[in-house]
């Protein structure tokens, strides 16, 4: 699901950006729970992009 709506929300893949409201109601959850997902989700990428080889202090785009 958290591809999913980072996918929907972004604009990934050719679709259109969709709001949290539209995403909620497309996956039948509440708007907070997407925006909490994006959250989490978007923390673990930056995690994870922080801890690869390559990756200096702080250059990660908050």
Known sequence: MARQILELNFGINGQTPMSYSAIAKRLS?????????KKRTLEALRTLLASMD?????????
């Open 29 to 37: 959850v509440h708007e907070e729970t997407v925006g909490a997902i």
């Open 54 to 62: 390559g990756a200096t202090n702080g250059d990660c785009p908050a």
